[in-house]
C-alpha cells in the first residue's frame, strides 16, 4: 500500500515518529483516522469478499443480527458446557464464579475488536486475511493453515461425540465405525447449503436442543441428588486441577470455533455495523446459561460431579439427554464444516462470479470441497489412536490463540497505520506496542 491509501486527522506524512515517546504516540494513535481500502492488487485489494451482489443468484450479504448472534451461540454452546460444574468443585464456588465472568467479559471484548477490525479492512473475511493485513504473504499461510486445521480436528470431535451419543443412546447396538460414518453423512448432508442465512434456522434448534439437555442434566441432578448437598466456597488445589480448571472455562467460551470464525459472520451480515449486537447477545446467553448451569449443578451433584455432568445422572437420563441433544452435536459440528468449507470455496473463486450462480457446475464445486473436507475429519477421528489428546493440543494451541490474544492484535492493528513500503514504519510501530504492552 502507499502513504496516500490513508487519510487521518493528524498532521504530517502519516507515520509516528519514532524518536516520539510512548505518551506521544498513544495520543496519536488515539487521533481519528480513516483506513481507506487499498487498491493493490490480490485479496487485500477487494472491499468485499464476495463482491458487488446486485445481480448475484446467489447472495451471501443476507444475515440479521439476531441470525448470526444465534449461529454463534450455537457454536459456542454444546455440550462442552456441563464440564463447567467440575470447575466449581475443582476451585470452589467463588473462584469459579469469578472466573466465568471474567472470562466472558474477556471474550465479549475480544469479540467486539474483531468486528472492529472488519470494518477497517471490509475484505477480510478469514484469518488468513487477517494474517495478511498483519504480517504480509507469510502470515496469510500461517494463519490460514492454523485455521483450517483447527476446523477440520474440531469437525472430526463432532463425529466421535456422534459416535459415543449413538453407542450411549442404543447401548453400542452396532459398530463404532458404522455410527461414525452416519454421523459424516448427516454432518454433509447438512452443510450443503452454501449461505449462513440458511444455517442460522438449523442454529435455533440447536439451541433449543442443548437448552432441553441442560435443562433435563440439571432436573435429573436435582431430584436424584448424587452428592453430598455440600458447597465449598474455595478448595484447596494444586497447579494441575486448577490450570486444567480455567482451560476448560476459556473452551467453554472459546467453543468449538472460538473467534476463528467471526469474521466469516460478519461478512455474511446485511448490515456489518449491527455486528456488536449479535456479539452481546452472545455473550450474554453464555454467562447466564454457565453460571446456572455451573451453579445448580454442583449444588445437588456436590464435589464427585463427573465431567460432564451427564455422567451424574441415571443411565436412562443419560440416554434421555444425549438423544434430545442429538441436533446440538450436529449442527455445531455443521457450522464448523461450513466455515471449513467456506474458507477453502472464497480463497479459490473470489474475485470470480462462480460464487454467485445457482448453477450445477458452482454448487458441485461447492459439494466436492464439503465432502473432501469431512471426509478427511472422519479418517483423523477413526484413524489415531490418541485422537483426545491431539484435539487437546489444537485446541490448547489455536483456540485461546484466536480467542483471546490474536484479538488483542486486531485491536493494536486498527490503531497503527500499516506501510507496505521499503520503510516498513508502520510494522515496527505495531512491533514497539506489543512489546511495551505485553
Known amino acids: 500500500m502507499a502513504t496516500n491509501d490513508y487519510k487521518h486527522g493528524y498532521g504530517g506524512d502519516g507515520l509516528v515518529n519514532g524518536n516520539s515517546s510512548s505518551q506521544d504516540y498513544d495520543e496519536k494513535a488515539r487521533s481519528d483516522f480513516e483506513v481507506v481500502p487499498s487498491k493493490s492488487k490480490g485479496s487485500m485489494g ?4 464476495f463482491g458487488d451482489e446486485t445481480n448475484s443468484e446467489v ?3 443476507t444475515m440479521a443480527w439476531w441470525q448470526a448472534g444465534m449461529i454463534m451461540i450455537a457454536e459456542t454452546i454444546s455440550l462442552g458446557i456441563l464440564s463447567l460444574p467440575s470447575v466449581l468443585a475443582s476451585l470452589g464456588i467463588v473462584p469459579a464464579v469469578i472466573l466465568i465472568i ?7 471484548y475480544t469479540g467486539y475488536v474483531i468486528g472492529q477490525f472488519k470494518l477497517a479492512y471490509p475484505h477480510v473475511h478469514n484469518m488468513a486475511d487477517a494474517g495478511e493485513v498483519m504480517a504480509g504473504r507469510i502470515g496469510r499461510e500461517i494463519f490460514g493453515g492454523a485455521q483450517i486445521l483447527f476446523l477440520v480436528f474440531v469437525m472430526g470431535s463432532h463425529i466421535l461425540t456422534f459416535s459415543i451419543m449413538m453407542n450411549t443412546v442404543t447401548s453400542h447396538g452396532t459398530c463404532t465405525i458404522v455410527f461414525g460414518i452416519v454421523g459424516m453423512m448427516v454432518c454433509i448432508v447438512f452443510s450443503l447449503p452454501r449461505t449462513l442465512k440458511k444455517v442460522s434456522y438449523m442454529a435455533i434448534a440447536s439451541f433449543i436442543s442443548i437448552l432441553s439437555a441442560v435443562m433435563i442434566t440439571m432436573i435429573g441432578v436435582g431430584v436424584e441428588r448424587p452428592g453430598s448437598g455440600k458447597v465449598d466456597v474455595t478448595v484447596q488445589s494444586d ?12 473452551f467453554a467460551y472459546a467453543g468449538d470455533l ?5 469474521f466469516s459472520f460478519i461478512s455474511e451480515l446485511h448490515t456489518p455495523e449491527s455486528y456488536p449486537k449479535a456479539v452481546f447477545l452472545l455473550q450474554g446467553v453464555d454467562i447466564s446459561m454457565y453460571l446456572i448451569v455451573a451453579i445448580v449443578t454442583y449444588r445437588y451433584a456436590g464435589s464427585d460431579v463427573a465431567s460432564p455432568a451427564l455422567g451424574s445422572t441415571s443411565p436412562l437420563l443419560r440416554k434421555i439427554a444425549y438423544g434430545i441433544a442429538i441436533p446440538t452435536i450436529v449442527i455445531a459440528g455443521v457450522i464448523n464444516g461450513h466455515v471449513a468449507s467456506k474458507y ?7 474475485g470470480t462470479d462462480r ?15 464439503v465432502l473432501v473436507l469431512w471426509t478427511i475429519a472422519w479418517i483423523i477421528a477413526e484413524a489415531i489412536p490418541v485422537f483426545n489428546d491431539l484435539l487437546s493440543l489444537i485446541s490448547a494451541l489455536f483456540a485461546s490463540w484466536f480467542t483471546m490474544f490474536l484479538s488483542r492484535g486486531h485491536h493494536l492493528w486498527t490503531r497503527t497505520i500499516f506501510v507496505r513500503d521499503g520503510h516498513q514504519q508502520g510494522r515496527h510501530e505495531l512491533k514497539r506496542e506489543l512489546f511495551m504492552r505485553g
Request: net charge positive; aromatic share 16%; glycine share 10%.
Open 46 to 49: 477487494k472491499d468485499d469478499p
Open 59 to 61: 447472495k451471501y450479504r
Open 102 to 108: 471474567g472470562l466472558g467479559i474477556i471474550a465479549t
Open 239 to 250: 497447579l494441575s486441577k486448577g490450570f486444567e480448571a480455567v482451560t476448560n472455562i476459556i
Open 258 to 262: 472460538g473467534h476463528v470464525a467471526f
Open 344 to 350: 477453502v470455496y472464497v480463497r479459490l473463486f473470489r
Open 355 to 369: 460464487m454467485s450462480k445457482k448453477s450445477w457446475s458452482s454448487f458441485g464445486l461447492w459439494a466436492v470441497i
